[in-house]
């Protein structure tokens, strides 16, 4: 029996209802979602991903009911196959519309290593002294501008100060907007971090996932996914 924080032990109806979320979505017939096949593994794997994160049943455990390896259950198998965060959220939305995630609360999140407790004071340590670091004149930055604001001119003269320029300086076409750089090969775009993610961040935690693991699933960094979990996420 599952209490509250505890794995729910998989039943058929939890393999039903996850393989017709996961064939829906890979667009094969569930009927056939045991059969040989390329995309029929696929839907297994995200059946399967979408039970071990809401449940919190074990990857060994999942991986026997949907026929498959348990290290296909590992992040970077799921992100080779092409399985998203938002097909293993439908999977888990799935389940809870069935009432089948009744068994399962979420726990709060498990405390973070003495290393990561550690190292949070210490980054937003960091960040306070690199505001306060001296400039090239000697001064903290913050003083810095402190005195710029001090300096500013009224808004009347500046406005003034602004359109008698614009006066004096021929007019010019506007200039295309330049085009977005793209991406360096391999370099990856981190998003932030929001309520949202946190709400959905904390199934994965509870699963047993890394917290690293966590927030590359997310494409958030590391630090804002520990933060957001020890500390919350501000509306």
Do not use: Y
């Not at 509250?4 to 017709?20: R, S, Y």
């Not at 003495?114 to 090239?136: I, L, Q, T, Y």
Request: glycine letters at 8%.
């Amino acid at each position: 029996m599952s209490g509250a924080g505890q794995a729910v032990q998989l039943t058929a109806a939890h393999v039903a209802v996850a393989i017709v979320a996961a064939a829906g979505q890979v667009g094969i017939d569930a009927a056939q979602v045991f059969a040989p096949g390329r995309g029929h593994k696929k839907a297994r794997m995200m059946a399967a991903a979408g039970c071990c994160a809401r449940l919190g049943c074990s990857k060994a455990a999942a991986a026997r009911l949907f026929r498959l390896e348990a290290q296909r259950l590992a992040p970077t198998m799921l992100a080779k196959a092409g399985i998203t965060l938002d097909h293993m959220l439908t999977v888990a939305e799935a389940l809870q519309g069935a009432g089948l995630t009744a068994g399962h609360q979420a726990s709060p999140p498990r405390p973070l290593s003495p290393a990561a407790e550690a190292s949070a004071p210490a980054r937003k340590s960091e960040r306070a002294a690199a505001a306060r670091k001296p400039g090239r004149d000697g001064r903290s930055t913050d003083d810095a501008a402190a005195g710029g604001r001090r300096r500013r001119q009224p808004p009347k003269a500046a406005s003034a100060a602004r359109n008698a320029k614009a006066a004096a300086q021929p007019q010019r076409s506007a200039a295309p907007a330049a085009a977005a750089r793209p991406m360096a090969h391999g370099v990856r775009r981190l998003r932030p971090m929001t309520a949202k993610k946190l709400r959905f961040a904390r199934w994965f935690v509870a699963a047993g996932w890394d917290v690293e693991e966590v927030a590359d699933l997310f494409d958030v960094h590391d630090d804002a996914m520990a933060d957001a979990l020890e500390f919350g996420v501000a509306a």
